[in-house]
Nanobody, 122 residues
Framework: QVQLVESGGGLVQPGGSLRLSCAASGSIFSIDAMGWYRQVPENERELVARITITSGGNTNYADSVKGRFTISRDNARNTVYLQMNSLKPDDTAVYYC??????????????WGQGTQVTVSS
């Protein structure tokens, strides 16, 4: 059993900052990668940022957040962070943590957090 616990969402004004956290716990052999996705009503869930865990911390970002968001990891705590700066109203969404968890040497599973609301509004 694996659980992803998210925190850090909330209401901020345009130009403000917010830091999201996601901690994985449970029956984990290792974590290949963790990332953040976001979803707004009537749209599909889209990748925001991703970072590899067991490899060298390679990162990927959506074009819309490059230069404003930074993803980082704390491997010892199975935790990933998303630092969001210069927030815009169109960043408003439910943000979901995702983890690709290796349950055996040859099998992985994808897990999702419960989602945390980020609202950017004046």
């Amino acid at each position: 059993q694996v659980q992803l616990v998210e925190s850090g969402g909330g209401l901020v004004q345009p130009g403000g900052s917010l830091r999201l956290s996601c901690a994985a716990s449970g029956s984990i052999f290792s974590i290949d990668a963790m990332g953040w996705y976001r979803q707004v009503p009537e749209n599909e869930r889209e990748l925001v940022a991703r970072i590899t865990i067991t490899s060298g911390g390679n990162t990927n970002y959506a074009d819309s957040v490059k230069g404003r968001f930074t993803i980082s990891r704390d491997n010892a705590r199975n935790t990933v962070y998303l630092q969001m700066n210069s927030l815009k109203p169109d960043d408003t969404a439910v943000y979901y943590c995702n983890a690709i968890i290796r349950i055996t040497t040859s099998n992985t599973r994808s897990y999702w957090g419960q989602g945390t609301q980020v609202t950017v509004s004046s």
